[in-house]
């Protein structure tokens, strides 16, 4: 019957409590009796002192009458303060046996009440002997010889008064004392069997540990650990069932709840990884859209950038041949060759504008090119004709070398705007007096065109980035600089010709570093004497006649 009362939870709970309680309920039995000898003891302490004290006002009080009586005996008629003195040592006398009283009254062992009744006894004697005294000095002080009958009197008194008062003063030091020893020997006790108390309940505190909570608290420090464990994503944790109790009980359900958990999990991950699936797939459709769609705004960026460019150069042409004709007082020859200039600038611009739409209205945004062939004498001498007022104002000197016969397969619109852009650039960084030089000469398959200017040039670390759109050098920033969209324009143009274009340049503020040697192809005059200057060169397909191609071969 214990045995199957203490394999449950609640018959161990049962009787850890049952032991905690009679524990304690032992310990305060204990506190209380120990509490109560130590305030018996206390007790009679106080009340023998308190006694004492009560003795030694006592004492006071008849020497203080002794002394009256004295006083009063020496005056020639009167009994003087002697009449108080009395009423002080009678009232003395009285609160002294109302304390003994008291004593005797809280007392309840025989010893004590026969000890406390035979110092009243005492009392009652001195007090007898103090009223004795006190009627012989109202006697003497009656007689002629008052003085002589006080001090007879009192020495009496003091003969028969002072052993029994002696003794009665040791009697009660001794029974303070005695209360002293006792309490003293509680303490030592009470410290002895606490001690022990203490040990005892250790001792049964680890038996009970060892017995009844060890497993229980091992069992309990397991279902944390792994819930915890089923917390970090562990939902394979179980636990060992190896009792009947309902802790027992509760583990099973644990690892059914574990076990519910894990099939949950396996499933949430089954349609987390089809779901994950589905969102892969989603996204790189999204990533493809959003590429287009990058494509198509890249498109229509540069579109609106390309048609600030493309208008800005016919319009300067125009803009300088009214200036430049307005200017003085131009003839009739003079007015029609401006208006024919401006006539064709305006034709070309047309051209231009309605290319640009064509690239809006696509869905790419890529030039449709209309390829054909061009002869490169014919290009660029248009060139030539649509710059010459630009190089006029400047003070600059256009020169031309074209190898005979070089023909293109290129749309001639896009490719003489290429070079007329580059043309206008040397304009603008080129000084007064200097040449621009337009060439183009046949290597292999391709037609080589350059273009050679004596400006400022540009520096070194600012060539790799010149074909970037919007990029601008230091000499971008003056009044009459460009957007840094010319070049990549160019770049662009000539790409979708299957062909490349690059530059090379001397800047003028590197010549004063040290002379640099000169370069047939990038630059001029001796070693040492190199020129500032930039120079463009593009790379086409040309078509290259039968009769070159097979002496080339």
Request: charged residues 25%; neutral net charge; hydrophobic residues 45%.
């Amino acid at each position: 019957m214990l045995s199957t009362f203490l394999s449950s939870l609640r018959g161990r709970m049962a009787l850890l409590l049952a032991v905690a309680v009679l524990v304690t309920v032992t310990s305060v039995g204990a506190l209380v009796g120990v509490l109560g000898l130590a305030n018996a003891e206390v007790d009679r302490l106080v009340s023998a002192q308190r006694r004492l004290e009560r003795l030694s006002v006592l004492t006071g009080r008849i020497g203080d009458y002794a002394l009256t009586a004295l006083q009063a005996a020496q005056q020639p008629d009167g009994l003087g303060n002697l009449p108080k003195a009395r009423d002080l040592t009678r009232e003395a006398f009285q609160r002294f046996e109302d304390a003994l009283g008291e004593d005797i009254a809280r007392t309840s062992g025989v010893e004590q009440q026969t000890l406390l009744a035979a110092r009243s006894r005492t009392l009652a004697r001195l007090r007898a002997q103090f009223e004795v005294l006190d009627r012989q000095i109202q006697a003497a002080m009656i007689t002629p010889q008052r003085a002589t009958g006080v001090r007879v009197a009192l020495d009496v008194f003091a003969a028969g008064f002072g052993p029994p008062l002696g003794l009665a003063m040791e009697e009660e030091r001794i029974a303070a004392h005695q209360a002293q020893e006792t309490v003293h020997d509680l303490r030592i006790r009470t410290v002895r069997w606490s001690v022990a108390g203490v040990i005892l309940a250790l001792l049964l505190a680890a038996f009970l540990y060892h017995r009844l909570g060890r497993s229980l608290i091992n069992r309990v420090a397991e279902v944390a650990t792994a819930a915890a464990e089923i917390a970090r994503g562990r939902t394979d944790t179980r636990l060992t069932v190896t009792g009947h109790d309902e802790l027992s009980l509760a583990m099973a359900r644990f690892n059914r709840m574990a076990l519910h958990l894990a099939r949950r999990e396996a499933k949430l991950v089954a349609d987390q990884r089809r779901l994950q699936e589905i969102v892969d797939a989603r996204t790189a459709e999204l990533r493809g859209a959003n590429e287009r769609l990058e494509h198509v705004d890249q498109a229509r960026r540069r579109f609106f950038t390309d048609v600030s460019h493309e208008l800005r150069t016919p319009l300067t042409v125009i803009l300088g041949e009214a200036e430049i004709t307005l200017r003085g007082a131009p003839t009739a020859d003079d007015l029609a060759a401006a208006l024919r200039v401006i006539q064709a600038r305006a034709r070309r611009l047309h051209r231009r504008v309605e290319d640009l739409l064509r690239i809006a209205r696509s869905e790419t945004g890529q030039i449709e090119l209309e390829k054909r062939e061009i002869p490169v004498a014919g290009l660029f001498a248009e060139v030539e004709e649509d710059v010459a007022s630009l190089v006029r104002a400047r003070g600059l000197m256009l020169e031309r070398a074209v190898e005979p016969g070089l023909v293109v397969e290129a749309d001639g619109e896009w490719l003489r705007q290429v070079l007329e852009g580059l043309v206008a650039n040397a304009v603008r960084h080129s000084s007064p007096g200097t040449t621009i030089r337009l060439a183009a000469r046949l290597e292999g398959a391709a037609a080589v065109l350059t273009v050679r200017d004596q400006g400022e040039g540009i520096a070194r670390d600012e060539l790799p980035h010149v074909f970037e759109r919007f990029f601008r050098g230091t000499s971008g920033g003056r009044e009459g600089g460009g957007f840094g969209i010319g070049l990549a324009l160019a770049k662009w143009v000539v790409d979708r010709h299957e062909g490349t274009i690059g530059i090379s340049s001397v800047a003028r503020s590197e010549l004063t570093a040290g002379p640099v040697a000169a370069d047939e192809e990038t630059g001029e005059g001796p070693a040492g004497s190199v020129q500032a200057g930039t120079c463009v060169e593009i790379r086409i397909p040309a078509l290259v006649p039968h009769g070159i191609l097979e002496a080339a071969q």
